[in-house]
């Protein structure tokens, strides 16, 4: 099951990663929110964490921020330093180019498979991951107040660095999921808005739009971060924010916890349940992940409301890929199956 995939990365990711020490033993089967994950956090983690923090506060951002962009003549990607003079062995001159940001507890592995393919069906743009790999299993709030500032100001000066070969902020596209969809905001922010555009896959509600600990509402996303600013949305209310933060809105299944592919979970555990909140939030990636293959063809509609699009009065739209293309704004909604690839 796809939400299952993305369940044992981010569980996996999370008990066993780490580049240079070993994280401590961590439960997950006797959580049942958001809040008792931070204070599972907070109360067993606090050492480890104080370390880390120790160890990447003392070193550049550098050190722990890399991009890979995809190689089309070795069919690999490659990693490219902000030094101009290696942009020209993997990236082409003057064309838009997009760079995916992996979620937190996850790697630069969450979109590889997906962009791979469609780097090699749409030659005409440049394709990158960002991995930070290294900062990823950092407590929630630390990432949030700390490193989050940090790596989107790093990726702002790669954005500028760009222009050595003709791609200027406007044709740059950054994806970011959960909390780096708020991460690559910050990036525009920095970028005064000259960002071409900006897909966020189900931002993170808590600490951003929701909840007692907000943040500046700088630094949550919102459409004055790059030209076009297009948001998924899987878990309002739970994981996800309940506010409108694009010019672009897509609605997937309503944009509804519980999603209809996490209906076991909500059997077994409830629809509070930690695991199925992050069943509905990773299905959006699952199902965006699946529009970089160029053979999938979903359609989303342009719609008043969720209740409306039930009742089939909208027009069909095709939904945006990957690729930046589109610059319809307005709320858009999307019914999938529970399998690849959810048409």
Request: charged share 15%; proline share 6%; with cysteine.
């Amino acid at each position: 099951m796809p939400f299952a995939r993305g369940i044992q990365q981010a569980l996996i990711f999370l008990v066993m990663f780490s580049s240079a020490k070993a994280l401590p033993a961590f439960d997950i089967s006797e959580m049942h929110s958001v809040k008792q994950l931070e204070k599972s956090w907070t109360n067993n983690f606090q050492g480890y964490n104080i370390s880390l923090r120790h160890e990447y506060e003392l070193r550049p951002i550098w050190e722990d921020v890399s991009i890979w962009c995809f190689n089309r003549q070795t069919d690999k990607f490659r990693p490219t330093s902000s030094d101009f003079r290696d942009f020209s062995e993997v990236l082409q001159k003057n064309r838009s180019t997009v760079l995916f940001v992996h979620g937190w507890l996850q790697s630069k592995l969450q979109f590889a498979e997906g962009v791979k393919r469609l780097a090699m069906a749409v030659t005409k743009r440049n394709y990158c991951l960002v991995d930070f790999e290294t900062l990823a299993t950092v407590e929630l709030q630390l990432f949030i107040n700390q490193l989050a500032p940090r790596i989107a100001t790093y990726l702002a000066g790669f954005v500028q660095s760009l222009g050595a070969i003709d791609i200027p902020p406007e044709q740059v596209t950054l994806v970011g999921e959960g909390v780096t969809a708020h991460l690559v905001a910050q990036t525009g922010h920095i970028l005064a808005g000259h960002l071409g555009s900006i897909i966020g896959l189900d931002p993170l509600g808590p600490f951003y739009t929701v909840g007692p600990l907000l943040q500046r509402s700088r630094t949550a996303l919102d459409p004055s971060d790059a030209q076009f600013v297009q948001v998924w949305y899987s878990s309002i209310g739970q994981l996800g924010s309940p506010i409108p933060l694009g010019h672009q809105n897509i609605y997937v299944n309503g944009g509804l916890h519980p999603q209809p592919s996490c209906a076991c979970f909500t059997k077994v555990f409830g629809a509070t349940n930690l695991l199925t909140q992050l069943c509905s939030h990773y299905f959006v990636v699952d199902v965006f992940k699946a529009t970089l293959d160029p053979a999938t063809d979903l359609l989303a509609t342009k719609c008043h409301s969720y209740k409306h699009f039930l009742a089939g009065r909208c027009r069909i739209h095709p939904t945006t890929r990957a690729t930046g293309d589109g610059t319809d704004a307005g709320n858009f909604y999307l019914q999938t199956s529970c399998q690849p690839p959810y048409l």
